[in-house]
């Protein structure tokens, strides 16, 4: 089993910037790609942005050029840094974590764009 466990989420104003934290424990060992995905109300959860252990990474079009995707293999903990937010990122976002062709999830965090 893999825990993920996300930090960092808030409030911030259009154009503000915040920073995700994902900290992987439990059998981290051979833990691929980990990533990104948001869901806002409504809506269907989306990928953001995803980053493979040898740092491939892969963005949607959405975010391209204001979030860049982060990952410290030493302390297991993916990070995503987000700029020039906008309402329209308004969403929980989600960690996510893939070993050995399983998939897991972390809980959650808010993340709110408003004025």
């Known amino acids: 089993q893999v825990q993920l466990v996300e930090s960092g989420g808030g409030l911030v104003q259009p154009g503000g910037s915040l920073r995700l934290s994902c900290a992987a424990s439990?059998?981290?060992?051979?833990?691929?790609?980990m990533g990104w995905y948001r869901q806002a109300p409504g809506k269907q959860r989306e990928l953001v942005a995803a980053?493979?252990?040898?740092?491939?990474?892969n963005y949607a079009d959405s975010v391209k050029g204001r979030f860049t995707v982060s990952r410290d293999n030493a302390v297991n903990t993916v990070y995503l840094q987000m700029n020039g937010l906008k309402p329209e990122d308004t969403a929980v976002y989600y960690c996510?974590?893939?070993?050995?062709?399983?998939?897991?999830w972390g809980k959650g965090t808010l993340v709110t764009v408003s004025s």
């Open positions: 996510n974590a893939l070993r050995s062709g399983r998939s897991y």
């Open positions: 439990g059998r981290v060992f051979s833990i691929n790609a």
């Open positions: 980053i493979t252990r040898d740092g491939t990474t």
